[in-house]
């Protein structure tokens, strides 16, 4: 279901930016190949030889409006540059500098690394030595939504493989040392402490069984802030609860009482990443962060136990009645 929600959330994008786009070429939005007149005045005077000299942009707020048909008005003047070629000349305004739409959008498109606009001048009257009137001819813009999108939808995909690349290390880090654990067992040991607390809350989970552990130490290090050691934890918890399921297809109360708690923690120590972002400003919001996730622990367990008992949501599984027969049995050692 979650897969045709995506889906239709990303046909609705492109359709919505398909239209608007075409919307744009229809109005002529960026009026693409008309030059926009200015006003050029040179502090030092124009120097013909000069390849590059300073130089102060006006534009006239009437004619702004006006020529693109809005209601925005440029600054009183804006620094920038001429720069001066063999084939002609190119004016270039200060990068970073605040401009209306659509020239900001001009400038976003046309040039991205630098993010200064430019254009090249179509005409250059002089008035005096320092004083000349000119028109700018900026670079085409065309689907200015469909490439957002497509340069949204690169970058993202880029942070994926990043994301992904880093957590393989991770993965294979915690799930060796759960491994030896396993095998050491350690991890039986731990099912056996942690089973009077966490069995209220997993009934349905056998007695010593190693989802008991497991949940322990993907708890524990969501507490502590660990949020990518708890990842593989968490995956691996979840793993030996589907062993126990009779309906692969169907998450048992027991995965959900996790998936809730899991997303619920209790946090002990502030995320690393919240860490590095405030400092030490962080000491003022750990009781907040204590007292806001316990709270939000306690509303994920009640949510979970009320559903879980509703007609819509009740399960009665086999599993459910074996492992209840196994807690009322007494323990008995060899």
């Known amino acids: 279901m979650l897969n045709y929600i995506w889906a239709g959330l990303i046909i609705f994008s492109l359709v919505f930016a398909v239209v608007s786009d ?156 759960l491994r030896i654990a396993e095998v050491a067992g350690l991890v039986r040991h731990l099912a056996r402490w942690t089973r009077p607390l966490l069995r209220p809350l997993f009934p349905d989970v056998p007695r010593d069984h190693p989802a008991f552990a497991l949940i322990t130490l993907n708890l524990t290090a969501n507490m502590l802030g660990l949020g990518n050691a708890a990842t593989p934890l968490g995956i691996k918890a979840m793993e030996e609860l589907q062993k126990l399921n009779p309906r692969p297809d169907t998450a048992t109360n027991a995965m959900v009482m996790l998936l809730a708690m899991n997303t619920a923690s209790v946090q002990l120590v502030p995320p690393v990443l919240l860490m590095a972002i405030m400092g030490a400003a962080i000491n003022e919001l750990i009781l907040p962060i204590i007292l806001v996730t316990l709270a939000s622990l306690i509303v994920a367990i009640v949510a979970a136990k009320l559903l879980g008992r509703l007609p819509a949501y009740r399960r009665t599984d086999p599993l459910h009645t074996e492992a209840n027969n196994q807690h009322d049995q007494p323990e008995t050692n060899a």
Do not use: H, M
């Open 22 to 177: 075409v919307r744009d070429l229809t109005r002529d939005t960026y009026r693409n190949g008309d030059p926009l007149p200015v006003i050029l005045f040179f502090p030092e005077g124009y120097q013909s030889e000069a390849r590059r000299q300073p130089v102060q942009v006006r534009i006239d707020p009437a004619t702004y409006r006006a020529f693109y048909r809005t209601e925005k008005a440029p600054d009183a003047s804006y620094t920038g540059e001429l720069v001066q070629f063999r084939t002609g000349r190119e004016l270039r305004f200060a990068r970073d500098v605040d401009v209306p739409e659509p020239l900001a959008t001009i400038r976003r498109i046309t040039s991205p690394r630098e993010n200064d606009l430019r254009g090249t001048l179509q005409t250059l009257t002089f008035v005096s030595d320092s004083l000349a009137t000119a028109a700018v001819l900026f670079a085409p813009v065309r689907f200015v939504r469909l490439q957002a999108i497509t340069d949204a939808a690169f970058e993202f995909a880029r942070t994926a493989v990043t994301l992904a690349l880093g957590l393989i290390g991770l993965l294979a880090l915690w799930l060796g040392l």
